[in-house]
């Protein structure tokens, strides 16, 4: 087989990139330098065969990577004087991600960025270029699974790297990279070979496969780096590195001997510049291991520690650490400091911008890490330190005490649950104990005090072995009821709330369960740990982005965001449409309230957006964009919008189907708003059935427009009953039109006419007889009747109707305006007596609370009296309370017309959004 030729040799020569030979030795204080050659040697199996060509044929102006002599012949002068590694400050560390040398030209910016770097000490640990740990990966999976494609993945791995070095460098350099990188391709091809036949990999040999990606970006930078001019060196840092794994697939440094191997790899290495492998280590015997995915960062911590160094930069495609994942919220900001713990916190619970581990090894010494952008050098990035003293205290004080948001995905949570449990010491124990058997990591626990459960969370793809383990280790409190359930519940994720000054400032998980609860979500399982610095929620795993938006913008005071479906794009629906256009830039800047039309449906066609619809021209977008109108796919996607954690729809109908749809929202969490009277005035049990889901969740249902348009009727009922004042009777003229018709029903005038001229100027349904039954009234008593706590139906309010009883069954409108005059005489002559007795006639509604009734008629009042005074088609309410006995409170002005109504609907909505926390 393909394997024999590197893996037969014994011993393997791996000097990476040895600096070159100094002309004089005697002109040098580092004399004798030959040893730089010298040969290192792994035994068969603990060091693959990476490093056993030879980067030769240079002259000694060129650097060298990978020297080694297979001869082997060098002599060592054991008098050579040692170079003593110097520690401290003189030291930087910089670490450059995948994405920072994921091309050719990316990895010129990188070398650029280092030869202007003024340190005067410089090490750079260097991640393989972007994709290619998971091509390396991929490589394993393949072979083992017997897939023949690895040998295409790894002709791409070689074409990505020959045609990056083909860029960057040329001569003596670019030769030696090239048959270097065929020799390595060569021998991984043997390997994975054996793997393919064998079906398996050993985790060694996987760890020695995808180690590759360092060493080529590694070589390929220094090579530029020399191109540039500077002397430097190249570390393989499995000669330096050593590890101790652990039993949960993890390594720990063995610092000890790492600064050993570090002291005599630069006694060897002597530089003030050198390259270093990311994210591969060895075992203490030698054998190639790594720091687990992501492991570049830590590779650089370990580093700066070893080196004592001033400063750990770790350069990256973002400006530092956001407040949350900016792929999640795009309102993020980017954090100026966090403190150790705060940033272990946000990565631990999936903040991948660092590597959990990489803040132990640093914060010891007190090493500052700066995360920078390498795209954007004017940003100055996010500097994780000690947290300062009494600097800035302004800015501390400030500052929110939440410093940022993580969330883990794919977990499951298990909940081992039984009486039996209480007061059984070793309970939890045996719990855990089972779950270390079969290796799974716990990455949140929560008990409450009456020990009457234990839950906690895994990766779901470990949920399987934990419950059988458990099952299987508590099979007899089982069967003896001494417990009662093993659950599990999957899809679930973790939401991490952190900050060190969470730890003194009282009310934060309060601000934070508040967020939650508005935004309609269930938290499953909670932890805090008696540090403080972290609140862990575990929330369903379709719940999770929202809950992320929902909690940032509570502590960033980011615009409250607000999806928003409105339907019915008519009259008032259009009139709104046209205020939120007019309104939505004054309510960004100003109030931090973005409302963002996410959809507009008609009856016939809707037009959706999943990130807003331009409200200047909705009219055409409608015609050119919109689709076939179907509710629930409308709800659907006006809701299903992740990025925004709240969602209202808006009814501009006077549809009662519509109506008959908001119990189902509400109870999906979808915010209602309406002007529509249908559900309010419908069925009683349906509404207190609407009402009580109401009240038992934060999901908000708002009507003000449904009596007196924009007039503050329903707020100010609620007001008096929510202050505990007692309502007597409301009164009031809730018609526009009737308001208009007895208002202008005046000296000789016949009430036809009057009907015809409020019809002509639009103050009238199509079918005046709509406006004169008097059941729009009916509908707005049974509604304020309803709200002042009566249990009334529709059918219980007697309603005067002022269409002739004869014209009710007339075909059409224009039949019924022609035949009115004829029925004139009987509504003169009520006039006439009201006139002569000093009085006027006025359509009004009545909720007599006392007598718990409501009624609709037409009333005499005194010419004094408030609704004797009305002018235009306003509505007047008055509300007589206990407070209000002997004058009411009354609410006067325009109670109809698109526009007021469209501003009551406005109104609502920005009250929703004073209650999902935007300021006031
Ligand atoms: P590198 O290859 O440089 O190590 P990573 O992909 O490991 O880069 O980490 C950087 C990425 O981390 C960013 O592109 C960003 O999408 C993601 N990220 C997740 N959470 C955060 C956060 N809170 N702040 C900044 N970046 C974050
Ligand atoms: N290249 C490794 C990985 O992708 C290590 C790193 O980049 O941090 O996991
Ligand atoms: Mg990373």
Redesign the pocket.
Known sequence: MAFASPISSSYYLHNLCSKPLPRDPNSNPRKNLTKLNKIRTFPLLHRPPICSSQWEGRDSSTFNIFSSVASADIVLDETVEKVQLPKGDTWSIH??????VGTSERIRNVADIIVKDGSERKLVVV?AM?KVTDMMYALIFKAQSRDDSYITTLDAVLEKHKSTALDLLDGDGLSSFLSQLHQDIGNLKAMLRAICIAGHATESFSDFVVGHGELWSAQLLSSVIQKNGLDCNCMDTRDVLVVNPTSSNQVDPDFLESGKRLEKWYSENPSNMIVATGFIVSTPQNIPTTLKR?G??FSAAIMGALFRARQVT???????????????VSE?V??KTLSYQEAWE?SYF??????PRTIIPVMKYDIPIV?RN?FNLSAPG?MICRPAGSEDEIDQRLESPVK???TIDNLALVNVEGTGMVGVPGTASAIFNAVKDVGANVIMISQASSEHSVCFAVPENEVKAVSSALESRFRQALDAGRLSQIAVIPNCSILATVGQKMASTPGVSASLFNALAKANINIRAIAQGCSEYNITVVVKREDCIRALRAVHSRFYLSRTTIAMGIIGPGLIGGALLDQLRDQAAVLKEKFNIDLRVMGITGSRTMLLSDVGIDLSKWRDLQVEKGETADMQKFVQRVHGNHFIPNTVIVDCTADSYVASHYHDWLRQGIHVITPNKKANSGPLEQYLKLRALQRQSYTHYFYEATVGAGLPIIKTLQGLLETGDKILRIEGIFSGTLSYIFNNFVGTRAFSDVVVEAKEAGYTEPDPRDDLSGTDVARKVIILARESGLKLELSDIPVQSLVPEPLKASASAEEFMQQLPKFDQDLAKQRQDAEAAGDVLRYVGVVDVVNQKGIVELRRYKKEHPFAQLSGSDNIIAFMTQRYEKQPLIVRGPGAGAEVTAGGVFSDILRLASYLGAPS
């Open positions: 670490k450059f991600g995948g994405t920072c991640s972007s992501d570049s960062d770790i350069w990256t495609d973002v400006d530092g650490v956001y407040s949350a994942d900016p792929r999640k993020a980017i954090l946000m999936g903040a991948n911008v660092l590597h995360i390498i996010t940022g948001f993580a």
